[in-house]
């Protein structure tokens, strides 16, 4: 499973975002059925509108009224976004999703709930992990990712030791990391990941903790259709030392 221990020196030096790295080496489908027209006017109009600037992101900038901010990777149809949007008008919400049909479903939720804390980047997370300042978000929620099964694909995985250099160093101090997962493997994988790392402290006080969605915690599609078919979820939260 290639465990490492606090730092990770089993795995190679590179930026997240290594440019000699395709986008097919990381995602999936970016494309699913063909949008709507309603949906490709989304994309064209409301996107850029509610994208990111280029180069290093100032959250003050984006989102002047928030009194905190969060990342989410890889939103899915962005239902858990919108949610917890809506839940914290007063935090300001950057979803990343590479997958087009999911990025059209959350501008479609942006525009009905008329959410001004919600900014979108349609591609990957790690891009905007490395533009954020230190210290800059209080939640990073990572929801049922890819596991990636296949042991020649685990370096694909969101969750590895140079990511979460990167997660630590945006997390604030007793900010927060939610991981979700129906994955055994992929629980396993962030759990021998993140236990070992001195800078992140799991909140499991009992099995519940982790078998039992919190209550704030909104669920996703994915995780109902996971629940449906029989399949355990495992819910993990840590905190940024």
């Not at 790295?21 to 109009?45: A, N, T, V, Y």
């Not at 809506?86 to 919400?93: I, K, V």
Request: hydrophobic share 40%; net charge positive.
């Amino acid at each position: 499973m290639g465990a490492h221990g606090p730092r990770g020196a089993a795995e190679e030096p590179v930026r997240l975002t290594d440019p000699g790295r395709r986008r097919s080496e990381l995602h999936g489908r970016r494309k699913g059925r063909p949008l709507s027209s309603l949906q490709q006017g989304l994309i064209g109009d409301l996107l850029p509108r509610v994208g990111l600037p280029d180069g290093p992101i100032n959250l003050g900038d984006l989102f002047p009224d928030a009194r905190a901010h969060a990342l989410e990777v890889g939103f899915g149809g962005g239902e858990h976004l919108a949610a917890q949007a809506r839940l914290h008008p007063d935090t300001g919400f950057i979803g990343c999703e590479p997958f087009e049909n999911g990025v059209a479903k959350l501008l479609t939720q942006v525009r009905a709930h008329g959410l001004a804390n919600v900014r979108v980047h349609p591609d990957d997370a790690r891009e905007i992990l490395e533009r954020l300042a230190d210290a800059s978000l209080s939640v990073m929620f990572v929801l049922f990712p890819d596991p990636w099964p296949k042991v020649r694909h685990h370096k694909r995985r969101f969750i590895q030791t140079r990511t979460l250099d990167e997660i630590a160093r945006v997390l604030k101090p007793g900010g927060e990391l939610r991981v979700a997962t129906d994955h055994p493997d992929y629980a396993q994988w962030t759990l021998m990941h993140l236990v070992r790392d001195a800078r992140f402290t799991w909140a499991a006080q009992s099995a519940a903790d982790w078998r039992v969605r919190p209550a704030d915690w909104v669920a996703t599609r994915y995780e109902q259709k996971a629940l449906a078919a029989g399949r355990s979820c495992v819910y993990l939260r840590f905190f940024r030392a």
